[in-house]
């Protein structure tokens, strides 16, 4: 059934919270689990609100080792796993690499973030769910869930 599980991350304990259920899947399956975390493009005023001397290969690289830590917790769990760290538009990034990595499974939390970032994260779930090729398994992480 499911080979290659994409699961997106974005550096938060809520998005986090979808990694279980395909740690299941994948268990299940004998799948090999994706992990990919995507450092936002940002706008002009926003670059200048952070700044000039802002490091956006740092924030990539520094998305890099988060995953790296979490494929290490995946992998004591018994399954292969991979990690790409992506700079650029969040939902293209994780359908590029969903179709890259020939991935047949995604599942992501629907609010990674809080505030603002919960909007814009949860956008981002509507349109991976609307564009994606693949079946997308939603996990609502609501931050007074367990």
Known sequence: MYKRI??????????ERALP????????MTAD????????VVDDEAMRAAG????????????????????????????????????GDITEEILRHCTEADCDLIVMSTHGRSGLGRWVYGSIADRVLRYAEV????????????
Do not use: M
Not at 6 to 15: G, I, K, P, W
Not at 76 to 84: A, F, N, P, R, S
Not at 135 to 146: K, M
């Open 21 to 28: 259920h395909a740690v299941a899947v994948a268990k299940a």
């Open 52 to 87: 000039a001397g802002f490091d956006w290969q740092a924030e990539v690289q520094a998305a890099q080792e988060y995953v790296n830590g979490i494929c290490t917790r995946v992998e004591k769990e018994g399954l292969t796993c991979q990690v790409i760290a992506r700079q």
């Open 6 to 15: 994409l699961v997106t991350l974005d550096q938060s304990e809520l998005a």
């Open 33 to 40: 689990i994706e992990l990919v975390c995507v450092v936002p």
């Open 135 to 146: 079946p997308v398994r939603l996990v609502r992480a609501a931050e007074n869930s367990p």
